[in-house]
């Protein structure tokens, strides 16, 4: 694959078929080894950066048990899984090397539902000195009620240490023309145009108040606050190719190629669906492009970034995450950050927004802004897992039929299962998923 600044991406494969590595024409490999066991299961993977990660999985149901990545000189992080007897993730322990060069540990776990949808998630991230755990740095503890067919009623969380804002007590309320749509969760009212989209959103105790307008295609194409007016454009497959506000403008060429105020080239490498690595340059006044820095990204169990390394394999960032998405804690070597996130989505900074390439997800109210556009192909299905069988279906609006810890959703339309009996990574071996037609 050849970038527009000329350089060739390259992918090798093993006799399997499977991906081994993955090269560049400027130099040291961004991959330079994948190992995987008997079950096509990822048990290594080594980056270009000189960090590696190693997976162990559970004899018996082959489900993820452990991830180690580490560098030359240390381990960096760790993420051990425990589940229940339905294969569904109740707890997630991480350690992770910080910035100040002392381990931080991350313990998560949750309960679900009848019908698996998850009812509560809880937490805390805390300092860890000579193996000793210091205090908490920040904790939470979250709740969610729904009725039969999906639609969040309450939700409530108290995070301690941690942004106020993270904190609520809402009760969502429904009864628009869309019965799935929510209308008021807490201080947030919103409205919908006839389509199901919505076009404000108002928080009655601050006064700010966003306006959001779609085109024919329920594309959205501009957002109003206080602070932003933002800008989005399309190509003819539906995926945002400009986004343009007061904070400059982004051109996305491709996945692999985007532009920022014309200046600014990030480039981005993939191993199937895993974002592998991010390389910013800079461009000066006479053209010449300067690389700032190549970051690797090391996800957990859903793809999202919960560690990042720097282009010499050191800290860079870590994030913690609740369960729909909100950033719990993040910590960073310098003043930049990555944008892409939850489930390696990016988050808008004019609006908080989670963008998927179908649609635009609030993490905040863990809902979409606009209704599935996969309904014809999700409502026609057969059985108990397709069609009016399944009562999530009738939500058009529900993150992955509110289990947003073993499910993902990958473009906005399908809530792709993230465990199958080869328990792979889902953002890592796409051959292993089982991808079902469901609200996503």
Known sequence: MKLPDGEIVTYGYNKGGQLS????????????????????????????????????????????????????KSILQTIEYEYDATGNVTERESEMLGTDGRMKRAVHEYEYDSSGRLTEGSGKVERMTGGILRPNIVSYKSKYNYDTIGNILTKTQAVNGGESYLSCDDTYTYGGKQPHAVTKAGAMVFTYDDNGNMIKRENTETKNTMTLVWDDENRLIKTTDSLHTTDYRYDANGERIIKKSELGETQ?????????????????????????????????????????????????????SSYVTDKKGNFFEMIEYLPYGETLYDEAATVDKTEFRFTSKEQDAETGLYYYGARYRDSKTGVWLSVDPALSLYLAGKGSEGGVYNPSNLNLYSYCGNDPINYIDPDGRLKVFIWRFTGSLSGQNWGHVSIRLENG
């Open 252 to 304: 996305y060429v491709s996945a692999n190629y985007i532009v920022r105020n014309k200046t600014v080239i990030s480039k981005h490498v993939f191993a199937g669906n895993q974002r592998i690595a991010s390389t910013v340059s800079m461009k000066n006044n006479c053209g010449t492009m300067t690389e700032q820095n190549t970051m690797y990204f090391h996800p957990d169990h859903l793809g999202s």
């Open 21 to 72: 590595g993955v090269g560049s024409s400027k130099g040291k490999p961004y991959v330079s080894g994948i190992k995987y066991n008997l079950n096509g299961q990822r048990t290594k993977i080594e980056y270009g950066n000189g960090t590696g990660t190693s997976y162990e999985y559970d004899e018996r149901n082959h489900r993820l048990k452990r991830l180690e990545t580490r560098n030359a």
